[in-house]
């Protein structure tokens, strides 16, 4: 893989670096990667550490051998980077070395250096929140680690251009009240592969990083908030053992609150009146309303309806759309999957306690369905599951397939 023709674009007030990203050994067509702010925003900083971060994972996934950038490149960058295709590499059984850098030179930090300040990435959900809340309850506003910009990103989660602005529209406010700035960029990178596979188990965690790079004239540390909690990290594309590494000499990534689960999260959040006020965990951009961004009826809405139940928030949670909710609603909504089954786990105590056994047992039924454990033969899974690890399961599919060698995982979404 090349990275060419890095250049800054900036015209009129509006500040946009690209650079031209071309495959070598993947056919692939070549692509332009770009990062942009609307007039009156930061100026991006056009170094090759934004382009570097967008394109070295795809470029390893995909088995390209090299990665030769038409720039200088941060040492550090490039150190922890390959840390991160280590991690990759171990993770998915990669049968494939590490990329080879070529490149014009070193590049130095930036001078003069730039004063201290702090953001994250602001998407109004609960992760998102519970990182500006803890940071606002820890942090003096003299401290280099308190957080003055929010960073939110169109060309990610969010791709309906009048939906985005819907979603500024929403979220300003609580900036305002948060005494925070935010900071809209937009970027093609995701594109580069944009298989929703690859994003949650590879990329996410660069992709953001990159942005902070681009922002590297303004911001000097950015906070990543975490997606799971110590006792749930998995294999996941942003995680503690990743996201450190996209950090530069010039930009420190942090990878926040993996000590708090979800549902600590939310009690956190919920004590915060603003936080509850604008909320916004909801992706159907479809069903947005004119004074809020969460439908009310999805997975993502009825699982965190539900913690703010628990806590005794709910009644004051106006984020959210009035909506009754009960043990039927909880078996016809919640589709679990490889990545949300393990917030649901955590709701059945706090539900108990709060004396809503009904809900609880509904969810406890949503989980027994993910495990195929209804019924009674799903009694003796379940058995196996908690007492015996999976043990009896694990025999039985190397009994099937006629040898008890583990065949290697590549990844959901993975090359062979």
């Known amino acids: 893989m090349r990275i060419e023709g890095l250049t800054d674009q900036s015209d009129h007030g509006r500040s946009r670096i690209a650079a031209t990203i071309i495959w070598e050994d993947s056919p692939r067509p070549p692509q332009e990667v770009h990062f942009e702010v609307a007039t009156g925003g930061p100026r991006l900083i056009c170094t090759s550490d934004a382009f570097l971060t967008a394109a070295t994972l795809p470029a390893f996934w995909h088995g390209e051998a090299r990665l030769r950038v038409d720039a200088e490149v941060c040492p550090e960058l490039w150190s922890g ?9 171990h993770w998915y059984s990669l049968a494939r070395l590490p990329l080879r850098l070529e490149a014009r030179g070193v590049r130095l930090p930036r001078s003069p250096r730039i004063p201290d300040r702090a953001g994250f990435f602001y998407t109004g959900g609960i992760d998102s929140l519970a990182t500006l809340r803890a940071n606002r309850l820890a942090f003096p506003p003299e401290h280099p680690g308190y957080i003055r910009d929010g960073i939110l990103v169109f060309g990610l989660e969010v791709e309906d251009r009048a939906a985005f602005q819907h979603v500024i529209g929403q979220l300003t406010p609580l900036a305002q009240e948060a005494g925070i700035e935010v900071l809209v960029v937009e970027t093609s990178e995701r594109y580069l592969d944009p298989d929703w596979n690859f994003w949650i188990d590879v990329f996410e965690g660069a992709v953001l990083a990159a942005v902070a790079h681009a922002l590297a004239g303004r911001l000097t540390a950015v906070s990543i908030a975490a997606s799971f909690d110590i006792p749930n990290l998995h294999r996941l594309a942003s995680h503690p053992m990743l996201d450190p590494f996209y950090s530069s000499v010039d930009v420190r990534i942090r990878h926040d609150g993996a000590a708090l689960s979800r549902f600590e999260k939310t009690r956190l959040v919920a004590g915060w009146e603003p936080g509850l006020r604008h909320l916004r965990v909801c992706n159907d951009t479809r069903a947005y309303g004119a004074t809020r961004l969460n439908c009310g009826h999805c997975e993502k809405c009825l699982r965190t309806m539900l913690a703010l139940l628990a806590v ?25 999957h490889r990545k949300n089954f393990r917030f649901w786990a955590e709701l059945i105590e706090p539900l108990e306690c709060a004396g809503r056994h009904d809900l609880a047992r509904g969810v406890r039924y949503v989980l027994d369905r993910y495990y195929g454990e209804l019924g009674w033969r799903g009694a003796g899974k379940r058995f196996d599951r908690l007492y015996l690890n999976g043990g009896l399961q694990a025999l ?3 009994f099937r397939r006629g040898s008890s060698e583990p065949q290697p995982f590549t990844g959901a979404g993975g090359p062979p």
């Open 81 to 89: 980077l390959q840390t991160a295709m280590g991690v990759i590499r």
């Open 312 to 336: 005794g928030a709910l009644d004051r949670a106006t984020a959210f759309p009035p909506v009754e909710i009960t043990e039927a609603r909880i078996r016809d909504v919640a589709r679990l």
């Open 396 to 398: 039985r599919n190397a």
